[in-house]
């Protein structure tokens, strides 16, 4: 009976890791969602897309365009809120096709997004995130795991 306690203890904290786990994994946004990466109606729009999302190391961001874009990526913020194609401030392009997969390796911290195609930056395709570490399982939760396997062997060890 006691082994078979231990066993069901180890049967559910193994759930609850690969739950955890699965919790923990990266995030894929459609910039825009349904919009895409296209100019949009209002300048603020980007920006209140990306204020309800939470970006970790790892996400992925999909921009997806109809017509004539880029994306520049920035890690300054003067150059963003100039909507500056200048190279300086470490502009970095991208210009895959009408489809781009970036995923986020940067460190935690800002990044800038801005279209370079004449003035669409200007005119509101550009947003900002702010990048948080990967997240990691908790302390509780592996303690919790930890603890049903030391159960399990003083139940083995004793029976």
């Avoid at 100019?39 to 990306?50: I, K, L, N, R």
């Avoid at 800002?110 to 302390?139: M, W």
Wanted: glycine content about 8%; charged content about 15%.
């Amino acid at each position: 009976m006691a082994r078979n306690v231990g066993l069901n203890m180890i049967g559910y904290s193994t759930i609850a890791m690969v739950f955890i786990i699965g919790v923990t994994k990266a995030t894929e946004y459609m910039v825009g969602d349904n919009f895409g990466w296209n100019v949009p109606s209002y300048e603020s729009f980007y920006m209140d897309w990306a204020r309800t999302k939470r970006f970790h190391v790892g996400d992925k961001l999909i921009f997806s365009w109809s017509g004539e874009h880029s994306l520049g990526i920035r890690k300054d913020d003067i150059y963003y809120e100039n909507c500056s194609t200048s190279l300086e401030g470490g502009l970095t392009y991208i210009f895959n096709g009408a489809t781009i997969n970036y995923t986020i390796v940067s460190t935690p911290g800002p990044v800038y997004f801005i279209c370079t195609v004449d003035d669409h930056c200007e005119r509101g395709q550009k947003f900002r995130i702010n990048v948080s570490a990967a997240p990691a399982l908790s302390f509780g939760i592996l303690s919790a795991f930890l603890s049903s396997l030391a159960v399990y062997f003083c139940f083995t060890v004793t029976s």
